[in-house]
């Protein structure tokens, strides 16, 4: 048994063949249950370009943790607390993501003064030079995605955020005991 918090993942890269041009090839009918794997790819490959770029840029931000600063320079200081609702993410999510930043003296994180239990996320003064830097490099990124859409022929945020919203009011759960559409096997298939 594997043992992992993210089981999916060693599943998927044990049934597929990562250098083929597209994956499931060998198995087109279970091709469409494997989406999370597909987008788990495009993360993977999306970060490591923007990682890049940023290094080139000079921006100290990990990739990870840029919407945390995009955040804080439009927004102003925030507790993670805030920044997670902002974000619809986890607290914890937003916690690792803040780690390397306050590690790096880019934000610290102070005590509101209008309530000792909340802590405050703020800029360093490096931090606030990073953010900008980051913000650019951000906007130059999303006029990139603007020309992937193109030759998409589809937005892709549009499409991930209408897919989620699909799936949250019709979950894969009900989706499975509906009665599916079932695919074809050949008859060879069902000969042997």
């Avoid at 923007?50 to 919407?67: D, N, Q, R």
Wanted: aromatic share 4%; glycine share 2%.
């Amino acid at each position: 048994m594997i043992r992992n918090t993210n089981f999916c993942t060693n599943i998927c890269m044990i049934i597929t063949d990562q250098n083929s041009e597209q994956a499931f090839s060998y198995a087109p009918d279970l091709r469409p249950g494997f989406v999370a794997h597909m987008a788990n790819r495009l993360d993977a490959l999306i970060c490591a370009q923007t990682k890049e770029i940023l290094e080139a840029a000079e921006v100290k931000t990990p990739v990870h943790s840029v919407s945390v600063m995009l955040h804080l320079l439009r927004q102003g200081p925030a507790s993670i607390a805030d920044i997670a609702r902002s974000q619809e993410r986890s607290h914890q999510l937003i916690v690792s993501r803040v780690a390397p930043l306050e590690k790096s003296g880019l934000v610290k994180m102070e005590t509101d003064p209008e309530d000792e239990r909340r802590k405050i996320l703020s800029f360093t003064r490096a931090g606030a030079i990073d953010a900008r830097k980051a913000e650019r490099v951000s906007l130059k990124i999303a006029a990139s995605f603007t020309d992937l859409h193109e030759e998409l022929g589809v937005d892709l945020m549009a499409l991930l955020e209408r897919a989620e919203q699909l799936l949250r009011q019709k979950p894969l759960a009900v989706r499975n005991a509906a009665p599916a559409k079932r695919v074809r096997r050949k008859a060879s298939t069902r000969a042997a």
